[in-house]
């Protein structure tokens, strides 16, 4: 299973962003995935997620700017993002996994994406 996500980079505040991640090597689609992100020094964050019948969950800190969907037909996963702040600036992961039992925890993810640098200055 690989996991490539793709997306990122520099923008001004205010700006709008589209990460993807793409999902192969999988013989279903996963039971949640879900987009993570961290900075140096601080703890992975949880971002938004997505279960396999479409049930979302956004973080507070993003909740009315970030959005996230899938299409499950091209096994890709997106994160848009609006009205973006400096405080928004990570190392953006996604990960899935087929048992996790809650899908907005990243201790429940066995796959994971190498990530894509989001900036906004």
């Known amino acids: 299973v690989q996991l490539v996500e793709s997306g990122g980079g520099s923008v001004q505040a205010g700006g709008s962003l589209r990460l993807s991640c793409v999902l192969s090597?999988?013989?279903?689609?996963?039971?949640?995935m879900g987009w993570f992100r961290r900075v140096p020094g601080k703890e992975r964050e949880g971002v938004a997620s997505i279960s396999n019948d479409g049930v979302t969950t956004v973080a507070r800190s993003v909740s009315g700017r970030f959005s996230i969907s899938k299409d499950d037909a091209k096994r890709t996963l997106y994160l848009q993002m609006n009205s973006l702040k400096p405080e928004d600036t990570a190392m953006y992961y996604c990960?899935?996994?087929?048992?996790?039992?809650?899908?907005?925890?990243?201790?429940?993810?066995?796959?994971w994406g190498q990530g894509t640098q989001v900036t906004v200055s």
């Open positions: 090597g999988a013989t279903s689609n996963p039971f949640c």
């Open positions: 990960a899935a996994d087929w048992t996790a039992a809650d899908c907005y925890s990243g201790s429940w993810y066995n796959y």
